[in-house]
Structures are given as structure tokens and as C-alpha cells.
């Protein structure tokens, strides 16, 4: 399923996010490709408050130009307490780098509304990209399961099958709004996982990161002072990993990365639900890697990329978005 592309050879798409560093990363990818046709933007509350994270959507696409529809999302998680990562992405939520003063405002149509009438009015299946909690996507598949069929597939960077990063045992869009995520998971529609054991994978290294400023350009000036801000938030990942604090992990790149270069990436169909309940669980995405549930797969989880040559669409993007300004 992923990365198939229409007659158009475009590939349509949908992105739910939370701006966010590694959001905005993603973004500049998205747009940087000419397989993907982006319909909407839509943003949620997540790595920051819900104003946060549509002004850091505007501003950058402001500085982008790329002035595509942005729709607000729902503010709070479907029932736990919101919780933001302000810590991991700075105050304002893009690292304290300042991209630009919006010159659109956000839509009139609220983020459901908007993905709602953008998937029924389609000629054509759409691929939803979704980098933070699943809020919205489950909200609107409770308020319009009739749009599942023209949903192509979800490509979700979050979750995990060994591990967390925002307790020992969740990933940060699931830990924040699990029940979005299990009503998700169990909606049968197609989805991408890529989890921390992809996104670990796929990081930048301080050296790279230097390298970003020669390639001259103030956008991969700003790209770099945005990662070095990164540098100092990434968290352990599970097991140390030597050299961790040398990898850089730009996580949400991937939910991106994998339908523009699904060859790079590598993955297996498992059944995938969430803790709802556990104490010290809830959030973690359980991935049943050992076919032991006797259930049918629900998710493609990815668990491998080749991250020389993502590392190398990454740059080749920040230099095609670079020239264009
Ligand atoms: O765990 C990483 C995920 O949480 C990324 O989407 C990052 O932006 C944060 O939302
Ligand atoms: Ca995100």
C-alpha cells in the first residue's frame, strides 16, 4: 500500500500535526516532493497547546510559501489530561527559532470538518500523514465512519513496540491521547506505523547537522539552529545506545519518508493495540511481534530504514526548499 501513486502520479494527501520541530521537518519534506499532492494541513494539541502549534503551522508555511489550507484541531486530548512537551521543542515549540509572521490566517472549518469535506470530496482515495496525537483522525472517525473509504491509508509516526520516550513504556502521540490511538488502531483502516523502533534509526548527527550550513542558505541556516536546540532535548532510548547523544532522531520525517521512498524502509503487518489502562502502560502500543494473540494484523509497523539514504532526501529537501526562496 504505501507509496502507491495515482494517475497523476501524485500521491494526495492530508497532514495532521503538532508543530513541533521534527513536525515542521516533515512539513519541509512534504513539500519539497513532487509526489506528493498536499490538500490540507491540520494541527492538534500535542508538543504544545493547540495556538501554539497552528501558529508554528502558519509561520512556517508562511516562511515556505506555501500557503495551503491550515484547519484548527481539537484542543485536548478524547479524555486524559493534555500534556505538552514545551521541554523537547522550547517555549514557542520550534526551538526558539523564529520563522515568520503568518501572512494567512487558519481556516474557517475546523480541522474535522475540513479533512471530512477534503476526503469526501476526492475523486480519489487520500493518504492521511499524522505526526502527533491521533485526536482528530479518531474524533472524526467517530463523528464520520463514512469517510473510511477514502481514506488510502494512515502513515502515523508514533507508538513503539519496545519502549518509550515519554515513560519507559509509551511513545509521546500515543502516551498523550492513547484512547485516540486504540479507537485508531481498531478502525480498519489501513495504517503506517512508524514507531520509535524506526524513528531511533532514523536521526542526524551532530556533523551533519554542521554540515546543513554549508549548503548556503538562510532556510538551512535556520534548519540547523532549529536541530542544535533539538540536540540538547533528545531523550535515552531504550537499551543505551552508543552514540545516542550524537543522533538527533527527526521522528515525524518518517511518516513522510516512507511514501515518498517506501524502498528504504523495511516493516511487517502486526496486530497493534494500546494499553488503555496499565498504571505505569498506559499509552504503550502493543505490538504482537510474536503472533501470539491470534488476531489479525491492523497495522504495517516499520522497523528498519536505510538511514544513509534518508539522511540524503533530508538534505535534498532543505536544498530544494532552500533555492525556492
Ligand atoms: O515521540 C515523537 C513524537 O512526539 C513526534 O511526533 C514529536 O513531534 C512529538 O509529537
Ligand atoms: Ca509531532
Known amino acids: 500500500m504505501i507509496g502507491e501513486v495515482n494517475s497523476l502520479n501524485q500521491i494526495p494527501v492530508i497532514i495532521d500535526c503538532d508543530p513541533g520541530i521534527d513536525d515542521t521537518m516533515m512539513l519541509m519534506l512534504a513539500f519539497a516532493r513532487p509526489e506528493l499532492d498536499v490538500r490540507l494541513v491540520t494541527t492538534e494539541a500535542g508538543n504544545l497547546t493547540i495556538d501554539k502549534t497552528t501558529y508554528n503551522a502558519l509561520s512556517f508555511l508562511t516562511y515556505i510559501n506555501k500557503h495551503v489550507e491550515v484547519a484548527r484541531g481539537l484542543p485536548q486530548p478524547l479524555f486524559r489530561k493534555q500534556e505538552v512537551a514545551e521541554d523537547i521543542h522550547g517555549e514557542g515549540g520550534l526551538g526558539n527559532v523564529k520563522w515568520a509572521d503568518p501572512a494567512f490566517e487558519a481556516s474557517k472549518r475546523p480541522a474535522i470538518q475540513a479533512i471530512y469535506d477534503t476526503l469526501m470530496h476526492s475523486t480519489e482515495p487520500i493518504t492521511i500523514v499524522a505526526t502527533g496525537p491521533l485526536t482528530n483522525i479518531a474524533a472524526l472517525l467517530i463523528a464520520h465512519p463514512e469517510v473510511k473509504p477514502n481514506i488510502k491509508q494512515i502513515s502515523w509516526m508514533g507508538g ?163 533555492k525556492t526562496l
Do not use: W
Not at 545506545?241 to 511514501?259: K, M, N, W, Y
Not at 491470534?294 to 526548499?321: M, Q, W, Y
Open 160 to 322: 513503539s513496540a519496545v519502549g518509550g520516550n515519554m515513560s519507559t513504556t509509551a511513545e509521546f502521540n500515543a502516551y498523550v491521547d492513547p484512547h485516540a490511538a486504540e479507537l485508531v488502531m481498531r478502525a480498519g483502516v489501513p495504517i503506517i506505523m512508524s514507531g520509535l523502533d524506526v524513528t531511533h534509526k532514523a536521526y542526524i548527527t551532530r556533523d551533519e547537522m554542521a554540515h546543513l550550513r554549508t549548503l548556503g542558505t538562510p532556510f538551512a541556516e535556520k534548519v540547523a539552529d532549529m536541530m542544535q536546540f533539538y540536540t540538547f532535548t533528545q531523550k535515552q532510548t531504550p537499551f543505551y545506545t552508543p552514540g545516542f547523544e550524537e543522533q538527533i532522531r527527526i521522528h515525524d520525517v518518517s511518516a513522510v519518508a516512507c511514501l515518498v521512498a517506501p524502498e528504504l524502509y523495511r516493516g511487517d503487518d502486526y496486530f497493534v493495540e494500546v494499553e488503555l489502562e496499565g498504571r505505569l502502560t498506559q499509552g504503550a502500543t502493543i505490538v504482537d511481534y510474536t503472533k501470539q494473540s491470534g488476531k489479525e494484523p491492523n497495522v504495517h509497523v516499520l522497523h528498519s530504514v536505510d538511514r544513509a539514504a534518508f539522511i540524503k532526501l533530508f538534505f535534498e529537501a532543505v536544498t530544494t526548499i532552500g
